[in-house]
């Protein structure tokens, strides 16, 4: 008889004691440059993050050169005084580390990631960049086509196409947030080595920039670090710029952008709203959640479940430029593509979901799903460092204060789900929307002006 093999079952684990969690705290300093400090120790991670805010928004670009600003942060890691483009390139492999730059409406952001093991190396050669980047005339030059190349894909792009068009209606056009955020084919055209270097020296300096460290930092000795590698930084001092104000027009509007023949249309629904200082912004993150934050949404339970439109379509809000002297603003938007034929009917649905919402309010059961997902998911969103250093980053640039995000925590736990509603209804009002559609005018301009959601201009794609 042959004899049953026995195994050994472990007991199945079972979840600890939960264990409270709040957003990090940064520490805060000033090195003797007037290069401003944030860090933060996190243990464990090994990887760490810095984060460098360069007070050089894209309103400062001159005139007729808009895209510089993009075209100089790609430069940084185009060679230094010491390293050509291809030894500085080479030098950062050595360290694993990567090292980005783009520019935004605030300013403009450099972001490294390396190994705590080789951190000065590789703050050695950030600090390179930013003290003597060469700006050599061949690597802007080459800057200068790679983003003219990039430029006709992106309109060909029915999403980024939407973007462009929107903020050309909602902001006036002498205001920067009209144009294209890494300039046009006309401007960027314009741009050359000396431009960048113009630029560089006027608005990049250690008296208005800003640092943010965050990993762990066990065996680092950061302030000396920082002191022979960022702290060599030298720049004359200067006043950070006034931030001018967001103007914008949200009278409800339609314009489609004509693609003739296209199966799908693209749909980006905004105005112009509140940025984070504004008291209602907690309530405004649950609401506009619960109206098309994630896949049980509102819209996408009617859009994509009930009636089969769309694949999703997503309402959010995201800062554009930040004051504490309420001059910021944020765009709130909706987002999605839905087939031709239906584009009718699918925005009909939607301005009905507006229109039930601000009649009938959101559930308690809404709110409490949004609440579990903003809020219970953080300790898991906020696992790396550079999660962490992008957040502290985005409240410095956005000039808030250290303790933000925790706050933001704690608020959106306490918002009801009345004061949720009210923020939903304000941020999407049934007739204060400018509606974008890339798509095929020939189908879809009749069916969308006959639901009366403003007037229709159509306009030619490029």
Known sequence: MTELATMDLHPQPQAGEARPW????????????????????????????????????????????????????????????????????????????????????????ISLEVPVSRLPKALGLLADALRAPAFADGEVERLVRNRLDEIPHELASPARRAAKELSKELFPADSRMSRPRQGTEETVAAIDSAAVRAFYEKHVRPATATVVVVGDLTDVDLDALLGDTLGAWTGSPAEPRPVPPVTADDTGRVVIVDRPGAVQTQLLIGRVGPDRHDRVWPAQVLGTYCLGGTLTSRLDRVLREEKGYTYGVRAFGQVLRSAPEGTGASLLA???????????????????????????????????????????????????????????????????????QATLYRQLAGTGTVEATAAAVNAFPVDRLVTVLVGDAAQIEAPVAALGIGEVTVVRAE
């Open 22 to 109: 709040a957003f990090p705290a940064p520490g805060r300093g000033t090195l003797d440059n007037g290069l401003t400090v944030l860090r933060c120790h996190r243990p464990g991670q090994q990887v760490v993050a810095v984060e460098v805010l360069l007070d050089a928004p894209l309103d400062a670009e001159p005139a007729g050169l808009d895209g510089v600003a993009t075209i100089m942060a790609r430069a940084f890691s185009e060679g230094t005084d010491k390293h050509s483009a291809e030894d500085f390139a080479a030098e950062l492999e050595r360290c694993g580390a990567t090292l980005d730059a783009h520019a935004d409406h605030p300013g403009v952001r």
């Open 334 to 404: 909706i987002s999605g593509s839905v087939d031709t034929p239906n584009t009718g009917p699918a925005l009909a649905d939607l301005w009905t979901v507006l229109r039930t919402l601000a009649e009938g309010g959101l559930t308690d059961a809404e709110r409490d799903v949004a609440v579990q997902n903003l809020v219970g998911v953080a300790p898991l969103k906020y696992e790396t460092a550079a999660a962490v250093a992008g957040t502290l980053a985005d409240q410095v640039e956005q000039h808030l204060p250290d303790d933000y």
